[in-house]
Every structure is written in structure tokens, then in C-alpha cells.
């Protein structure tokens, strides 16, 4: 089935679920907020969504860095 990551079209198996997929691109969980269909999804249910063809996901990293002070 066909999905849409950060505006890239991706294949993945059927019953793929957002924590399955964050699993297999090897990005840490921690550190992401997943957007699914202009929806914010809670990190809680990451495991219990699972993403149907067409659907559209926003993955951002946070990333640390800059000075203070």
C-alpha cells in the first residue's frame, strides 16, 4: 500500500502501524511528533494506529543545539 511521508510517497506492508513504520526507518520515538492527515497523533498511540493507503504523515525530529547565554 502506498503512503505519503514528509511529502514522499512510500510503500509499506498492510496493518503497518505508526510505531512499526517509526521502527523501520530507525528514527527514535522520543524524539518525533508524527502528524496523520493534519491530525497530531499522541506518542501513546503510535502502536495502536495503523496507517491505510493513501494516508499523508508529517514526521519531525527534534534536534537539540545552539548556545545559552
Given at each position: 500500500m502506498q503512503i505519503i511521508i514528509n511529502g514522499e510517497k512510500r510503500t509499506i506492508d498492510n496493518n503497518t502501524t505508526i510505531a512499526g513504520l517509526i521502527e523501520e526507518?530507525?528514527?527514535?520515538?522520543q524524539?518525533?511528533?508524527?502528524?496523520?492527515?493534519?491530525r497530531i497523533i499522541d506518542k501513546a498511540d503510535y502502536s495502536k494506529t495503523i496507517l491505510k493507503d493513501n494516508d499523508s504523515l508529517e514526521i519531525v525530529s527534534f534536534i537539540g543545539g545552539g548556545e545559552i547565554g
Open positions: 526507518l530507525n528514527i527514535d520515538a524524539r518525533v511528533a508524527v502528524e496523520l492527515n493534519m
